[in-house]
């Protein structure tokens, strides 16, 4: 009962999250729009790689699991960077609404990682 209220939770603040962060695009200039489009979506793509990869190892052990989630994050890092890179390169956006909106985006996203690893950890502890 509490893991489905928590994750009611998460979802909630990931909807409202999401929700204002792509309301700046009403807010927002015409020009900067795709950028901040462009930034949101490379920030979510990032997510969407830690999600297919804890599902992919989830019967690992968790001397394992870790061993694997580590080297996952190093991929996934030097991916985004390099997407990042030729987004920046060969885009036709406006790049500092696509730098800012990238950040903010993957702050907001590895926070709510952080959160999720916190809670497999207590989960398997406790």
Same mark, same amino acid.
């Given at each position: 009962m509490?893991r489905k209220?928590?994750?009611k939770?998460?979802?909630?603040?990931l909807?409202i999250?999401?929700?204002? $962060?792509l309301?700046?695009i $009403?807010?927002?200039p015409?020009?900067? +729009?795709?950028?901040?489009l462009a930034?949101?979506?490379?920030?979510?793509? +990032? %997510?969407?790689?830690? =999600? %297919?990869?804890?599902?992919?190892?989830k019967r690992?052990?968790?001397?394992n699991y870790?061993r694997?989630? =580590?080297?996952g994050?190093?991929i996934r890092?030097v991916?985004?960077i390099?997407?990042f890179?030729? %987004?920046i %390169?060969y885009?036709?956006i406006d790049?500092i609404? $696509?730098?800012v909106?990238?950040i903010?985006?993957y702050?907001?996203?590895?926070?709510?990682?952080?959160?999720?690893?916190n809670?497999?950890?207590?989960?398997?502890?406790g």
């Open positions: 509490e209220k928590n994750q939770g998460l979802s909630i603040a909807g999250g999401t929700f204002f $962060f309301m700046m $009403f807010i927002l015409n020009h900067m +729009t795709n950028g901040w930034g949101y979506g490379l920030g979510v793509v +990032t %997510i969407l790689l830690h =999600f %297919i990869a804890s599902k992919a190892f690992l052990s968790e001397r870790f694997v989630y =580590f080297l994050i190093a890092f991916l985004v390099a997407l890179i030729w %987004i %390169i885009g036709k790049q609404s $696509f730098t909106s990238f903010i985006s702050i907001f996203h590895s926070v709510i990682e952080i959160i999720l690893i809670k497999k950890l207590t989960n398997r502890t």
